[in-house]
């Protein structure tokens, strides 16, 4: 004869669970709420970036190529240069 034995589950600890679990879910649906709707009235175009701004950019991207492909990055850093100059030249 076999017998079955049934476990007694913790059945508060259980609705707890589910009710931390949906208020983490609540949670993470208003965020992502409010992130939508701020990308939705954020309507306003970046600003534009000054000449030094965007040669100090591509001199970063000239320092990490620097010891992979030098010849590379100084022709970046000859570039930078040459934007910058003829922006302060206007």
Request: aromatic share 4%; glycine share 4%; net charge negative.
């Amino acid at each position: 004869m076999s017998t079955a034995t049934l476990q007694p589950h913790n059945l508060a600890q259980e609705i707890h669970n589910m009710g931390t679990a949906l208020n983490e879910l609540t949670l993470a649906a208003r965020r992502l709420a409010v992130a939508l709707w701020a990308s939705l009235i954020q309507r306003t175009a970046p600003r534009q970036l000054t000449a030094l701004e965007e040669a100090n950019n591509l001199r970063a991207i000239a320092d990490g190529l620097v010891n992979s492909d030098p010849s590379f990055a100084q022709d970046l850093y000859a570039a930078a240069d040459r934007h910058e100059v003829a922006a302060n030249g206007r």
